[in-house]
């Protein structure tokens, strides 16, 4: 087996082996229907975006559809948008009436819907923005929607950032306090570099994120922490965003543990107009590539204004969970093997199992390196139909293979699977 990362803070045990994550981004943002961050991207008043608060009422909101959805996908733990980078809340705080209790709504969303997914044996999961461009406070810089206006300099000399920070760290405490058992606390973002019109980034000095990680360690001392808060320790996991890393992680030249957080679309929040939703087949693709390089998937929905899942996201989680229904042993457990997989193939392993993922089907036979004498039997995970092989054999008429290699032999039809898993039964 590859070389195992280093021991973590929090407990990423579970976390190792479930694999396969629900990230959710859901807020005002969902009424304007064009991406999470337009307050900043169209540089939206506070006045005319409060107009999305005004009309906030997901009146067909059942957490549990969600839950069902997420885990019939194969889902096994989910992240939850607390407060977006515009500052509202889905939760009830004690420190601000920015929450989805004071919209037409009128209830805390968060507590259903961690009852709910915890009911199918769901890990939960809270991502909490550092950014806030709706507190007062909160020094305007490169991002806020106010960034270009000619009186920054003077709404800034106003603005107190020690007492933004008391906000965020009380949010956080909130979030940590009021809803059991958190799993998950995903922080989002740093960016200590990104200097605009002389207002400076924000990082680790700014968040006090020294101050906030003893926080957290306190109130939840196993919780998984991602990696946002520009620490350079202290965190477990890293978050590569919307790409697939070509092998393991690694820091400082080793391998750490790490989740990918993607997108079905083009958009975290709900965007009705954005057109480039991947297939299931690329997004199983990504799930499997993620896991044979040691990795999570979490994998994004923005539920609409109306607090449903919309008929893309459920028509792409329903395509996976019938995947899942009968290759998830190729995933759960799984993680990387120091076998080299074929091209147009992905190897995942645990322990004596093998498992062979076929990306592009060939015609008729596939050679595994390295293999020869070391497999007992082979399978297709699907239907458990036995997959036949040969090891090399010097003497043959025909080489089908090289020295130390199998040949599998394979159907001329691809099986009726979305991505065909053979089980390689190792001795
Ligand atoms: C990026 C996006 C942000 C999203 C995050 C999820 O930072 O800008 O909107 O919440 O990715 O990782």
């Known amino acids: 087996m590859p070389q195992m990362p280093l021991p973590t803070p ?4 579970w976390f190792s082996h479930d694999r396969f994550g629900l990230f959710i981004h859901w807020g005002l943002y969902a009424l304007p229907a064009r991406h999470e961050w337009i307050k900043s991207r169209e540089q939206i008043t506070e006045q005319d975006y409060d107009t999305y608060f005004k009309h906030f009422d997901p009146d067909l909101y059942d957490p549990g559809v969600w839950a069902r959805e997420a885990r019939n996908a194969g889902m096994k733990y989910f992240v939850v948008t607390t407060k977006h980078h515009d500052g509202f809340c889905l939760f009830d705080s004690k ?25 199918e044996e769901m890990k ?14 909160f020094p305007i810089d490169i991002f806020h929607p106010m960034r270009d206006r000619d009186d920054v300099e003077a709404i800034n000399s106003k603005r107190n950032m020690n007492r933004y920070v008391e906000y965020l760290h009380g949010q956080s405490r909130e979030l940590l306090t009021q809803y059991g058992k958190v799993d998950i606390m995903w922080f989002d973002f740093s960016y200590p570099n990104a ?21 957290v360690r306190d109130a939840m001392p196993d919780v998984v922490l991602n990696d946002r808060m520009n620490l350079e320790e202290g965190w477990d996991i890293k978050t590569p ?31 009705r107009d954005e057109q480039t939703w991947k297939s ?31 008929a893309r996201a459920i ?15 190729s995933i759960y457990g799984c993680s990387a093997s120091d076998y080299v997989a074929p091209s147009d193939c992905r190897y995942t392993q645990n322990g004596k199992r093998l498992y062979l993922h076929i990306f592009a089907w060939p015609f008729k036979h596939i050679q595994l390196d390295d293999l020869a004498g070391k497999v007992a039997y082979a399978q297709f ?23 130390g290699q199998i040949t599998l032999s394979l159907p001329v039809i691809k099986p009726d699977v979305t991505i065909p898993v053979i089980e390689l039964f190792l001795k």
Not at 125 to 135: M, Q, T
């Open 10 to 13: 929090g407990d990423t045990s």
């Open 95 to 119: 420190l601000t009436d920015y929450s989805a209790s004071h919209t037409p709504y009128g209830k805390d969303l968060i507590k259903p819907m961690v009852d709910a997914f915890r009911a």
């Open 124 to 137: 939960v999961g809270f991502y909490h923005s550092l950014i806030d461009w709706h507190h007062p406070e």
């Open 195 to 215: 200097d605009y019109r002389g207002l400076p980034g924000k990082g680790r000095h700014d968040w006090q994120s020294k101050r906030l990680y003893s926080m």
């Open 241 to 271: 965003e919307q790409y697939q890393p070509s092998e393991w992680l690694q820091v400082d030249g080793k391998p750490v543990l790490w989740e990918a957080c993607q997108t079905f679309s083009g958009s975290w929040g709900y965007h």
């Open 280 to 310: 299931t087949e690329t997004l199983l693709q990504m799930l499997i590539d993620t896991v044979s390089k040691g990795g999570n998937l979490l994998l994004n929905v923005g539920p609409t204004g109306r607090g449903e899942f919309d």
């Open 315 to 329: 028509d792409r989680l329903r395509g996976m969970g019938r995947w899942m229904h009968h290759n998830s042993r």
């Open 381 to 403: 995970l699907h239907d458990a139909s036995e997959v036949r092989y040969r090891e090399f054999d010097a003497a043959a008429e025909v080489q089908r293979s090289k020295e």
